[in-house]
């Protein structure tokens, strides 16, 4: 329920837009205080405004998550202003333009790769070491339906994704026994920029930001005993017919 989650300490990734930006506000709706981190400070300043109103406190951390010193640096500033991170949701992304892969970037690979896998291991890595004292926590890591249905012209992006989800797996069987979730919540289309205009799906159909936050929710309120460590999460309607 909602007040268990009273007075816990959540960093949120990816805060500035899309999902995790409605992740941060259903978690301070909760009863979280929240760190958001973004590479845009308007974003965030935006969303602090909202997460005030709900008498939860947030702290802004402007921030690039694929430069380690920059991570360190946010997540003891946390530590100092707000206190033990309990909850950690890996929210933050980047894609390429669909290119077929002869013709794609590797400079864009890197920086996805870096973003959508590389940092939430790094953060992860982090934080963990208070977790396993505690003996508590939730990493919830956003991940896509690609990385279980590949298409054309998405293959970086579907080997960031399956990674991160694989990643995920073996994370909990190594924790799992100190009280901490793991999950991987993998959603198909969802209604945010990262999508661009395409006119052969109907965005009618598309999951909300707070469709996946309020899974997020779900699974970090699931039973002591219990953890669901893999949810895939489709549009109830097929945006493609």
């Known amino acids: ?45 935006s969303l602090a405004e909202e997460i005030a109103q709900t008498g939860s ?7 690039d998550v694929t430069d380690d010193a920059q991570s360190e640096a946010f997540l003891q500033r946390t530590l100092i202003d ?21 013709k794609a970037d590797i400079a864009d690979w890197d920086r996805m790769l870096a973003t959508c896998l590389r940092a939430p291991m790094v953060l992860s890595r982090l934080l963990l070491p208070d977790m396993l004292v505690h003996n508590r926590g939730a ?9 279980r249905r590949a298409r054309p012209g998405e293959a970086a992006y579907t080997a960031a994704k399956a990674g991160l989800l694989a990643f995920s ?16 919540i993998c959603p198909g289309y969802v209604d945010t920029a990262f999508v661009p205009p395409n006119k052969r799906v109907d965005r009618e159909k598309f ?11 779900d699974v970090i309120t699931a039973p002591p005993h ?10 109830q309607f097929d945006p493609e017919h």
Request: charged share 20%; hydrophobic share 50%.
């Open 226 to 235: 219990a953890c669901p460590t893999e949810i895939i999460l489709e549009p």
């Open 1 to 45: 329920m909602a007040s268990e989650l009273e007075g816990q300490i959540a960093l949120v990734t990816g805060a500035g837009r899309g999902i995790g930006r409605a992740v941060a506000l259903r978690l301070a709706t909760a009863g979280c205080d929240v760190a958001i981190v973004s590479r845009t400070a308007a974003d965030l300043e």
């Open 139 to 147: 990493i919830v890591n956003i991940a896509s339906t690609a990385a």
């Open 57 to 63: 406190r947030s702290l802004v951390l402007q921030a």
């Open 207 to 217: 999951l909300r930001p707070a469709d996946v936050a309020e899974i997020v929710l």
């Open 169 to 184: 797996h073996a994370l909990f069987r190594e924790v799992r026994d100190h009280g901490i979730k793991v999950v991987a």
């Open 82 to 102: 707000l206190g033990s991170i309990s909850i950690l949701v890996n929210s933050a992304g980047t894609a390429p333009p669909r290119r077929v892969h002869g």
